[in-house]
């Protein structure tokens, strides 16, 4: 049975004590659910929340550098991730892409140095408004998994959490319909099985991500291949996030 996750993405939001005091509360909202819960707050929260959260709550990186160690100013290494109890890493999140011009061969290189240093990659992909509109998307998602992570062994890859993000979605307000998000998680299923075997896509969560809510995320997750949620605007406050958890 593929495990489900829901992953809330802070993003750049929240100043030390409003992050704090939301991560209190979720820490003391003891959410009883089968749900892996994943949180990737800011990167100056995680030393803090690792040694401060309760043992259902996993937490994530929102970025990390493609290189081991060494002098790249500013960046944070997987190795140091791991070694403050960090557990996961999104990678390749579409305003990373926009913003930094994050390319596929450097998600290549960052999926790889997190994998070495036993750090989930969390890995996304989905296509922009006009790809959408073309028809063109699922020669984008293909290939944004192609060049990024099909070079993954078996055993790595089982390891990778896929997240399908349209772009249009992401704080938006637009969600992808259930039957749209249900396509292109068969879509990359379908995938995995070609390049890998049938039991290893079976294995793989893909989780899904646009403007979920606690009011849509249900028929959503009702889906065959929908694991679960990658969380942004939702995931800023206790109720909703606890909604969207409990909606499974
Ligand atoms: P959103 O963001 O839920 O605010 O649309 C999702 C994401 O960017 O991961």
Redesign the pocket.
């Given at each position: 049975m593929r495990k489900r996750i829901v992953?809330g993405?802070w993003?750049m939001n929240m100043n030390n004590s409003a992050a704090h005091s939301l991560f209190q509360s979720l820490n003391n909202a003891e959410i009883v659910s089968s749900t892996k819960i994943i949180i990737a707050p800011p990167s100056v929260y995680l030393s803090g929340f690792s040694s401060n959260k309760s043992k259902n709550i996993y937490l994530a990186a929102q970025n990390c550098s493609d290189n081991e160690n060494g002098a790249y100013t500013g960046e944070i290494s997987a190795s140091m991730l791991y070694s403050i109890g960090v557990g996961y890493s999104l990678v390749g999140?579409?305003?990373r892409r926009q913003y930094q011009n994050e390319s596929d061969l450097l998600l290549k290189q960052k999926i790889n140095v997190l994998i070495e240093n036993k750090v989930i990659p969390i890995f996304?992909c989905g296509e922009n408004l006009d790809k959408r509109e073309s028809g063109d998307f699922y020669k984008v998602i293909q290939s944004q998994l192609e060049n990024s992570l099909f070079h993954l062994s078996n055993s790595e890859i089982k390891e990778v959490v896929i997240?399908y993000?349209p772009v249009w979605?992401?704080?938006?307000g637009v969600t992808a319909s259930p039957g749209q998000a249900q396509e292109i998680h068969a879509f990359i299923r379908s995938l995995l099985v070609e390049r890998y075997s049938l039991e290893t896509a079976e294995e793989i969560s893909i989780l899904y991500?646009?403007?979920?809510?606690a009011s849509n995320a249900k028929e959503l997750f009702m889906n065959k291949d929908v694991d679960g949620g990658?969380?942004?605007?939702?995931?800023l406050d206790v109720d909703s996030f606890s909604a969207i958890i409990k909606s499974f």
């Amino acid at each position: 049975m593929r495990k489900r996750i829901v992953v809330g993405n802070w993003k750049m939001n929240m100043n030390n004590s409003a992050a704090h005091s939301l991560f209190q509360s979720l820490n003391n909202a003891e959410i009883v659910s089968s749900t892996k819960i994943i949180i990737a707050p800011p990167s100056v929260y995680l030393s803090g929340f690792s040694s401060n959260k309760s043992k259902n709550i996993y937490l994530a990186a929102q970025n990390c550098s493609d290189n081991e160690n060494g002098a790249y100013t500013g960046e944070i290494s997987a190795s140091m991730l791991y070694s403050i109890g960090v557990g996961y890493s999104l990678v390749g999140h579409s305003e990373r892409r926009q913003y930094q011009n994050e390319s596929d061969l450097l998600l290549k290189q960052k999926i790889n140095v997190l994998i070495e240093n036993k750090v989930i990659p969390i890995f996304c992909c989905g296509e922009n408004l006009d790809k959408r509109e073309s028809g063109d998307f699922y020669k984008v998602i293909q290939s944004q998994l192609e060049n990024s992570l099909f070079h993954l062994s078996n055993s790595e890859i089982k390891e990778v959490v896929i997240a399908y993000e349209p772009v249009w979605a992401i704080g938006t307000g637009v969600t992808a319909s259930p039957g749209q998000a249900q396509e292109i998680h068969a879509f990359i299923r379908s995938l995995l099985v070609e390049r890998y075997s049938l039991e290893t896509a079976e294995e793989i969560s893909i989780l899904y991500g646009g403007s979920c809510n606690a009011s849509n995320a249900k028929e959503l997750f009702m889906n065959k291949d929908v694991d679960g949620g990658l969380i942004g605007g939702a995931a800023l406050d206790v109720d909703s996030f606890s909604a969207i958890i409990k909606s499974f």
